[in-house]
T-cell receptor, first 114, second 109 residues
Framework: TAGITQAPTSQILAAGRSMTLRCTQD?????MYWYRQDLGLGLRLIHY???????GKGEVPDGYSVSRANTDDFPLTLASAVPSQTSVYFC?????????????FGPGTRLTVL | GQNIDQPTEMTATEGAIVQINCTYQ??????LFWYQQHAGEAPTFLSY??LDGLEEKGRFSSFLSRSKGYSYLLLKELQMKDSASYLC??????????WGAGTKLIIKP
């Protein structure tokens, strides 16, 4: 199985432009997550969704929005990109959100905002 | 605030044993996870501890002491392919993962 796919692999974006990072999973997992990873920092949660139709804010949600129209897809949108959003973005999913539920990660999108 | 501490970098020799420590202070505890991340790749799951003690999985073992807010990952018979970053993460009272910055492990021949 493919697991989790993300697109694009990398992107250079002009400041002020909008962009949607795509994430699709084929494991029928209920919960999905968006993280950003910056040098010297741990993964930081941007938004999450515990089940289709619901979303929640993580630690660093400002400047980002998400939707969860169905189980498989969880796109992340930057409405007006700023240089501080330059980062590697990882999408993850887990069967549920309980203590034993393990998160599995997509390959990541490397975004540079100039 | 919530905090996960790990050493930034460690160096070890091929064939040896290395222990990577992780200390945490979180609002609630619902399990501790270790992930491996090779440069330029996604994190991949290694181990999970929720009760005190040692969990062994082949060459990798993970230990947890909840009273001390402490865990370690033990890697035995190190191989060059073990060169990677190792991420410690704790599930807090909201069942969200709080992540350490990771420990970069360099293996020398």
């Amino acid at each position: 199985t493919a697991g989790i796919t993300q697109a694009p692999t990398s992107q250079i974006l002009a400041a002020g432009r909008s962009m949607t990072l795509r994430c699709t999973q084929d494991m029928r997992h209920n919960a999905m997550y968006w993280y950003r990873q910056d040098l010297g920092l741990g993964l930081r949660l941007i938004h999450y969704s515990n089940t289709a139709g619901t979303t929640g804010k993580g630690e660093v949600p400002d400047g980002y929005s998400v939707s969860r129209a169905n189980t498989d897809d969880f796109p992340l949108t930057l409405a007006s990109a700023v240089p501080s959003q330059t980062s590697v973005y990882f999408c993850a999913s887990s069967e549920g959100q309980g203590s034993t539920d393990t998160q599995y990660f997509g390959p990541g999108t490397r975004l540079t905002v100039l | 605030g919530q905090n996960i501490d790990q050493p930034t970098e460690m160096t070890a020799t091929e064939g040896a044993i290395v222990q990577i420590n992780c200390t945490y202070q979180t609002s609630g505890f619902n399990g501790l996870f270790w992930y491996q991340q090779h440069a330029g790749e996604a994190p991949t799951f290694l181990s999970y501890n929720v009760l005190d003690g040692l969990e062994e999985k082949g060459r990798f073992s993970s230990f947890l002491s909840r009273s001390k807010g402490y865990s370690y990952l033990l890697l035995k018979e190190l191989q060059m392919k073990d060169s990677a970053s190792y991420l410690c993460a704790v599930k807090d009272s909201n069942y969200q993962l709080i992540w350490g910055a990771g420990t970069k492990l360099i293996i020398k021949p």
